[in-house]
């Protein structure tokens, strides 16, 4: 059979190799002239900066991803662990550096509140229920039916999976110290929601993160897109660059061809991996939609990014590779972000410097910086609102490490909410999908296969599992399963 798939992300990617693997003809559609998505990597004067993913999380899923086509990520790029593994700056005097060994981390958390320590284990042990439960099941799980969930496993499991309870109160109940709290509320945060209205089952993140640890692929994540791309080429799938869908030809409920720079191709299927949104209301004819233009407004959406790409020609000694600077109040923030939905007045802000672990990608000499201040989705980004917030941050950046690094840039380039529209036609600009609330969980996430249209799948990180690289690769893989069950039928 002939297949298309529409964006070349981690979803697309999965999606195409997934198909064919099992001996279909695939045709990988991006509207870019790199694949990748919101995880392409861009080089300028000497610096290779990755423009999106920069936490490596989850290492068995995307290893999983890779033995299942008969290779392994080491054919394709080097792992590493980073220790500390990342850094929490509520002081500039003392920066809170977080351990990749749990015994330092047990030690780290008694230092700061006593008996946290035994708090941890506990915590850790539900969380890694959770985690074994719901990576190594649910996610994998088409989200198509209840019967899915009606397994025996997963009711008998039901209450540690603590899907009602919030994910605030639960750490709440475990630690007292906000510096705690925060450590463990800001992958929620950066990646979703207000921890209030996400359920306790995502602690599962803080087992990801805390336990199995945090890693950084050599060269940078673009090595995995590299990798995938190989094996994608491995099985013969056919890559069209620089070739945006304009539309599907729909005929009895079945698209028959995807049109792509006014060349048509034929297929007897399709997996839409470019936002949801975008395909639904940009390439479908209303009659066949699964939602309207107001069930989307209503959806809870992920923050976009205000982001930051700077070249400095020296060496800042004072930042880890991971730096999260959580100088302001973080209740604040998320309220503006998730309620307000307005430009943050004090903002929390992460900067990234993997040229401390990975010297390939600066200049000798000099360091890479990734500078993040998460942003409601949807806002007007304009030059002024860019600068000014540029030099909040630098201002914060410089105070903590004590340089002036503005005076060392020799290279810059922003990039924010217009840019993820004008890229990737990302809905208000998200950088990550949408948010992981109570009710866009599982099942009550956009469907990943067409209602209307019998051999339309969609991925990625619109609809089940959820945003992030492992869930991203997970939707692909499960669409393309999806759609090669339907079709066999
Ligand atoms: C700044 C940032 C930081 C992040 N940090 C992390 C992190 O540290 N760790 C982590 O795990 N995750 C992180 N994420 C999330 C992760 O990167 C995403 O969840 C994942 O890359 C999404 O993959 P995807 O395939 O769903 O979508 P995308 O990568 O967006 O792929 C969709 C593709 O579709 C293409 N497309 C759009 N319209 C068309 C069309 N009409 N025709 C053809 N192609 C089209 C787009 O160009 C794009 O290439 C981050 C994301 C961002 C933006």
Redesign the pocket.
């Known amino acids: 059979m002939s297949y298309a798939v ?7 990617l999965a999606s195409s190799i997934e198909l064919a693997k099992e001996g279909h003809s695939v045709h990988l ?4 002239n790199q694949l ?4 392409r990597q861009f080089e300028e004067n000497g610096f290779k900066f990755d ?7 989850m290492p068995g899923v995307i290893e999983n991803f890779f033995r299942r086509s008969g290779f392994t990520t080491s054919d394709f790029f080097e792992l590493k662990k980073l220790n500390p593994a990342f850094q929490i700056i509520f002081n500039h005097d003392t920066p809170l550096k977080v351990p990749n060994n749990w015994n330092n981390l047990l030690s780290l958390f008694e230092s700061i509140e006593v008996g946290a320590a035994d708090k941890l284990q506990q915590f850790m042990k539900e969380a890694e229920y959770k985690y074994d439960v719901g990576i190594n099941k649910l996610v994998y799980q088409p989200g198509l039916s209840i019967t899915e969930l009606l397994k025996p496993e997963l009711i008998k499991g039901i209450f540690k999976l603590q899907v009602f309870s919030s994910f605030s109160s639960h750490v709440r109940k475990f630690f007292k110290d906000p510096r705690l709290i925060a450590l463990m509320e800001f992958p929620i945060l950066f ?1 979703g929601a207000m921890p209030s209205e996400t359920p306790a089952l995502y602690s599962l993140m803080n087992y990801a993160g805390l336990k199995l640890g945090t890693y950084y692929p050599m060269g940078g994540f673009t090595k995995v897109i590299e990798g995938l791309h190989e094996v994608a080429k491995s099985f013969g799938v056919e890559i069209h660059t620089n ?4 539309g599907l030809n729909i005929a009895a409920q079945k698209i028959d061809q995807v049109n ?1 720079n006014g060349k048509p191709i034929k297929v007897q299927g399709v997996i839409g ?3 949801y949104h ?1 395909i639904e209301q940009t ?1 479908i004819p209303k009659k066949f939609r699964n939602y309207t233009e107001s069930y989307w407004d209503k959806k809870v959406i992920a923050p976009s ?1 205000l ?1 930051f790409y700077l070249g400095v020609n020296k060496k800042v000694p004072k930042l880890e590779h991971h730096s999260l600077f959580f100088d302001e109040d973080f209740d604040k923030h998320a309220h503006e972000l998730y309620k307000d939905k307005q430009w943050p007045s004090k903002p929390l802000f992460y900067v990234c410097c993997p040229s401390k672990t990975d010297p390939s990608i600066a200049p000798e000499g000099c360091d890479n910086l990734f500078v ?1 201040m998460p942003l409601a989705a949807g806002l007007d980004d304009s030059e002024e609102k860019r600068s000014e917030y540029f030099h909040t941050l630098m201002s914060r950046l410089e105070k903590f490490t004590g340089m002036p690094i503005r005076d060392h840039l020799c290279y810059k380039k922003s990039y924010c909410i217009s840019d ?1 529209k004008a ?4 809905y208000k600009g998200n ?3 949408l948010a992981n609330t109570l009710f866009q969980t599982a099942n009550l996430k956009p469907k990943l296969k067409s209602k209307k249209i019998k051999n339309l799948f969609f ?3 619109l609809t089940v599992p959820g ?6 690769i997970i ?2 893989q499960v669409a393309a399963q999806e759609l090669m069950k339907t079709l066999n039928h």
């Open positions: 529409i964006g070349s992300g981690f979803a697309g559609i991006e509207k870019n990748g998505g919101r995880a423009m999106g993913p920069s936490w490596y999380w990646l070739s945006a869908a304009s792509c991996t470019a936002d975008h390439l990014s982001l993040l993820f890229d990737y036609n990302a950088a990550y999908g991925a990625g990180q945003p992030g690289v492992p869930p991203s939707s692909g």
